[in-house]
């Protein structure tokens, strides 16, 4: 019952900054805490942020600290992940993913019970 739309992936050249959307629907769920995966070609879904509901627990990966900012405006419906300084290890599928209830869901994929169907961000080399 709960829906995870993403948007803004696009090809951008190192350096550029770039902000995806997901946007959050349901009639099941009132609140769920939030979190951004990504996968590239060939690699295993990795964590990337998380954020709990109220936005008051976050984590990040330590390949995107201090260049990635997970965020969540609520009354829009909606959870950002603004990337900065892309490289070309940024190159992935980014996965919006919905545990489900307000409770900060850390970094485990298991942890989550609804995805998004992705958005593509292209940083070539």
């Known amino acids: 019952q709960v829906q995870l739309v993403e948007s803004g992936g696009d090809l951008v050249q190192a350096g550029d900054s770039l902000r995806l959307s997901c946007v959050v629907s349901?009639?099941?769920?009132?609140?769920?805490?939030m979190a951004w995966f990504r996968q590239a070609p060939g690699k295993e879904r990795e964590f990337v942020a998380a954020?709990?509901?109220?936005?008051?627990?976050?984590a990040y990966a330590d390949s995107v600290k201090g260049r990635f900012a997970i965020s969540r405006d609520n009354a829009e419906n909606t959870v950002y992940l603004q990337m900065n300084s892309l490289n070309a290890e940024d190159t992935a599928l980014y996965y919006c993913?919905?545990?489900?209830?307000?409770?900060?869901?850390?970094?485990?994929?298991?942890?989550?019970?609804?995805w998004g169907q992705g958005t593509q961000v292209t940083v070539p080399s």
């Open positions: 993913a919905g545990k489900g209830d307000a409770y900060f869901g850390g970094s485990k994929i298991a942890s989550y019970n609804y």
């Open positions: 349901g009639r099941t769920f009132r609140t769920t805490a």
């Open positions: 954020i709990s509901w109220s936005g008051d627990s976050t």
